[in-house]
């Protein structure tokens, strides 16, 4: 497959939605993945679990204004493979415009941000 694979995370439930695929400029909606066309759908395990353990870790980092998260999740667990400062938010526009939200129109037009 070229590109990449994403797709929405209900900030609730931890339930995919909306998966989609990069083709170089362009972005698609799918439903199952491109090579196993095994549907990408379903809830994330222990979500409850691992978000209240990255806050746990945010907060210890209070000087780090925002911090991107690279996760495996499993089954059983979760690992934290690396935390990015400067972390990309192309992808996330496309679920959470951070514009639209309150809180992050407020944090990103203290950066410099316009309307």
């Not at 995919?16 to 199952?32: A, H, N, R, T």
Request: with cysteine; proline share 7%; glycine share 10%.
């Amino acid at each position: 497959m070229e590109g990449g694979l994403f797709c929405g995370i209900d900030l609730k439930t931890g339930r995919l939605f909306s998966p989609k695929v990069f083709k170089g400029p362009i972005v698609e909606d799918v439903v199952v993945h491109p090579d196993t066309h095994v549907p990408i759908e379903g809830e994330l395990p222990r979500w409850g679990v691992m978000l209240e353990s990255i806050q746990e870790m945010c907060r210890h980092v209070p000087t780090l204004r925002y911090l991107g998260f690279d996760i495996i999740i499993t089954e059983s667990s979760f690992k934290v493979i690396e935390i990015n400062s400067l972390s990309g938010i192309s992808y996330i526009q496309l679920f959470y415009p951070f514009l639209a939200n309150p809180l992050g129109r407020q944090f990103f037009q203290a950066l410099g941000a316009k309307n």
